[in-house]
């Protein structure tokens, strides 16, 4: 999508190739996967091992310099023909035109007035490029005998990109010719801007993405048995592929909509984010892609769609930029009830019978207050004594009770309420004593004329963790601080009675608490680990041990989810 990437001229013409011979080549591509395959770093070394696999890169990159398959011709140049291709092949192509909207990139601008709801824009399944289809390409062969690609349809995608784009007579061409030259992604941020995100939550992430996408790279560049010569797998168009991938892929049904799939979807993808409600869903009957209108558009102006309730550590991640207004930013806090605390079993239990485990991945949101239901939930169990965890198991009413932890209104006790927001306010500071500059630094940094653009990318999401923590910090301060004064006066506790039951049906406060949380995006990640890591063990005895894992993560937990179609 235009946002996500600066405009690059793609440049005609190969190039002056390095001389380099196929074992020399072979040799760097198996030292590359050799130290991307190893076991994990100790903690703290994490960094020297990016800069290590970093150099590795680099080699490669030099060695296959002016490699590559390119367009004559700017971006720009193909929207026509993207445009008349569309409207061949069935898509709606007279509500809109594509254009260049300065800072945000090209997308998508009205040609005429467009109403709040009305379906403005379809795209058949012909012009998608799925997993499905490049089962039917000159990829099918190796997807039928690869555990990687079966069990890792983005892997899939990215392949299949890179195979239609070294193909002539694709019909993908026209959509290939428009995607960015390069992208904003951490992948393509140098050294010196990727350590502006040392010390924030996305630099692990950012770590494993760089880390499984070069594994990936020389476990294919093997498997596929290319020359040097050959450009299917050059390391700076196979990070291209990954990153188009990663910024636009989709799900959507299989034609019989028994199951989902991967999709690239041209056109569409054009389109920019901002802050409102997904409006985008696949119709099976009529077999395309739809979109409605986000809100009224005159003729002229842009016309968004929504992404979806990502963090901005998700946006800078996986689609390359930072979102300024993100009504969803958060950052992550991990809490959980120590196995060896005396009510341990009493606290699990309760816990337990509101859906929420012992330990988990919550977060501090930009919102107020910045904790959800969920975790009001864990803190009043957390904090509770024996005496309240008894009520909570064995107590008048004790099974509805469990109901309304996360519930505002209906506290446990003014001393439970004391305890928890004096135990967040002190975890959220020391999340904030982890960084290594002050957010009254990095305002300053950010106003140097000569930052580059990754860099500032980088500096505003270190910001903006930052400032969430610290209105998570004064919040829970005013929070104590309100509920020290109603213990103080005295102030009679709200008692709970059956009829307040009916405060379950507030949007943000319905029990039991079966957690729709952030972490479930962790876990969903740590599921697709795990199938790839099945996967490569399989791979691994075909290919003589070549790798232990091989996962990139992707763009969403799968992006897909976030504005899934």
Not at 58 to 73: A, C, D, H, L, T
Request: charged share 25%.
């Amino acid at each position: 999508m235009g946002k996500k990437s600066r405009v690059k001229t793609q440049k005609s013409g190969t190039g002056a190739t390095a001389a380099v011979s196929p074992k020399e080549m072979m040799n760097l591509i198996s030292e590359l996967l050799q130290k991307c395959s190893s076991a994990a770093p100790s903690p703290g070394k994490e960094w020297e091992e990016y800069v290590q696999i970093r150099a590795l890169v680099e080699k490669i990159r030099k060695k296959q310099k002016g490699m590559s398959v390119s367009f004559e011709g700017t971006r720009e140049d193909f929207f026509s023909e993207l445009m008349t291709w569309g409207a061949e092949c069935g898509a709606s192509c007279d509500g809109f035109e594509i254009s260049n909207f300065a800072d945000e990139g090209y997308g998508l601008k009205a040609a005429r007035d467009i109403k709040a709801e009305e379906l403005f824009l379809w795209i058949p399944r012909k012009m998608l490029m799925t997993v499905e289809s490049a089962k039917n390409s000159v990829l099918g062969l190796l997807y039928s005998q690869d555990r990687i690609l079966q069990a890792m349809g983005n892997v899939t995608l990215a392949l299949h990109l890179l195979c239609e784009r070294a193909n002539p007579s694709s019909p993908w061409l026209p959509y290939i010719k428009t995607l960015p030259a390069d992208y904003d992604t951490p992948l393509y941020f140098e050294e010196e801007e990727v350590r502006h995100l040392l010390a924030t939550q996305a630099i692990q992430d950012v770590l494993s993405q760089y880390k499984n996408t070069a594994r990936q790279y020389a476990y294919f560049y093997k498997v596929i048995h290319v020359s040097h010569t050959d450009s299917l797998l050059i390391v700076g168009v196979y990070v291209w592929a990954v990153s188009s991938v990663m910024t636009r892929q989709n799900q959507i049904p299989t034609a019989d909509g028994s199951r989902v799939t991967l999709a690239l979807i041209p056109l569409w993808d054009m389109s920019n984010h901002t802050n409102g409600l997904i409006t985008t869903g696949y119709n099976l009957e009529d077999d395309r892609c739809e979109c409605v209108a986000l809100k009224d558009y005159k003729e002229g102006e842009q016309i968004y769609i929504f992404y979806g309730t990502r963090s901005n550590a998700e946006f800078v991640i996986h689609n390359g930029f930072f979102f300024e207004d993100n009504a969803h930013d958060r950052v992550k806090i991990k809490l959980g009830v120590s196995k060896s605390e005396r009510l341990y079993a009493m606290k699990a239990e309760v816990l337990a019978r509101a859906g929420i485990p012992a330990s988990s991945i919550f977060a501090l949101h930009c919102s107020e207050p910045p904790i959800s239901a969920q975790l009001l939930a864990f803190l009043r169990v957390f904090c509770m004594t024996e005496e309240e965890l008894r009520d909570y198991l064995v107590g008048d009413h004790a099974i509805n009770k469990i109901f309304t932890l996360g519930n505002t209104e209906i506290p446990v006790s003014w001393e439970n309420e004391i305890k928890l927001w004096t135990f967040l306010e002190t975890r959220a500071a020391l999340l904030l004593k982890t960084y290594k500059t002050s957010s009254e630094e990095d305002r300053s940094m950010l106003e140097k004329p000569d930052l580059s653009l990754h860099s500032r990318i980088a500096i505003k999401l270190r910001l903006a963790e930052k400032e969430i923590l610290e209105r998570a910090v004064s919040c829970c301060r005013a929070k104590r601080l309100h509920f020290q004064k109603q213990l103080d006066e005295g102030t009679p506790l709200p008692l709970y009675e059956e009829s307040d039951i009916a405060l379950l049906e507030n949007a943000d406060a319905k029990l039991p608490i079966i957690l729709r949380k952030l972490e479930e995006e962790d876990e969903s990640v740590q599921e697709e680990m795990n199938l790839s890591s099945s996967a490569v063990h399989t791979v691994s005895a075909l290919n003589r041990g070549l790798l232990v894992s091989c996962t990139f993560l992707p763009v969403g937990r799968p992006s897909c989810l976030y504005f899934k179609c």
